[in-house]
């Protein structure tokens, strides 16, 4: 049974960078065959999706997030990691990590990110 | 990009009756078509993918239709874990994989 789950701090300052890891069981990122994907929900709304990376490095970002995101993997760890710089409060939402082939099919318990000073 | 529009926004629904949730997409996704549920407090799980595949352990009163640009998601007899928000995904044009704007099943 592969499990996610997201890690990083609940509180950022605007203008900063966000920062989470997702840190991944039972499955092997290095093994390639998934792509590993940050998706994102406002307070009371619908999911939005971040970007994803395989495990070569290779990236995709949504068009309306790319200027601002950075998806890593490091396999030695099996993990990846999302950084979205120049927070605003807009950016205050919860962020799930989850194991992408088109459909999501794992998905972490997601963590809560607020952005106020 | 593809939208994704969800009917209705809520649906209000006893338990043991049928429900039936639309999803409609502004071109052709094929059969990539993905259902989400959400429980308050939850993540999304995966329901429904390829527009009819059951996932892993998703009970059999759910079931998924259509292709093309109109889907329907059913849930033959509502049991009260199946109240919560349910979100179609298309992935035919992805990445990026766009999600409805959600429909939540609530008690009536």
């Known amino acids: 049974q592969v499990q996610l789950q997201e890690s990083g701090p609940g509180l950022v300052k605007p203008s900063q960078t966000l920062s989470l890891t997702c840190s991944v069981s039972g499955a092997s990122i290095s093994r390639g065959g998934y792509y590993w994907s940050w998706i994102r929900q406002h307070p009371g709304k619908g999911l939005e999706w971040i970007g994803y990376?395989?495990?070569?490095?290779?990236?995709y970002y949504d068009p309306s997030l790319k200027s601002r995101v950075t998806i890593s993997v490091d396999t030695s760890k099996n993990q990846f990691s999302l950084k979205l710089t120049s927070v605003t409060a807009a950016d205050t939402a919860m962020y799930y990590c989850?194991?992408?082939?088109?459909?999501?099919?794992?998905w972490g318990q997601g963590t809560l990110v607020t952005v106020s000073s | 990009e593809i939208v994704m529009t969800q009917s209705p926004a809520t649906l209000s629904v006893s338990p043991g009756e049928r429900a039936t949730l639309s999803c409609r997409a502004s071109?052709?996704?094929?059969?990539?078509l993905a259902w989400y549920q959400q429980k308050p407090g939850q993540a999304p799980r995966l329901l429904i993918y390829?527009?009819?595949t059951r996932a892993t352990g998703m009970p059999a009163r759910f079931s998924g239709s259509g292709s093309g640009t109109e889907f329907t998601l059913t849930i033959s007899s509502l049991q009260s874990e199946d109240f919560a928000v349910y979100y179609c995904q298309q992935y035919n044009n992805w990445p990026p994989g766009t999600f409805g704007q959600g429909t939540k099943v609530e008690i009536k």
């Open positions: 390829g527009a009819s």
């Open positions: 989850a194991r992408d082939l088109g459909p999501l099919y794992d």
């Open positions: 990376i395989y495990y070569s490095g290779s990236t």
């Open positions: 071109q052709s996704v094929s059969s990539n």
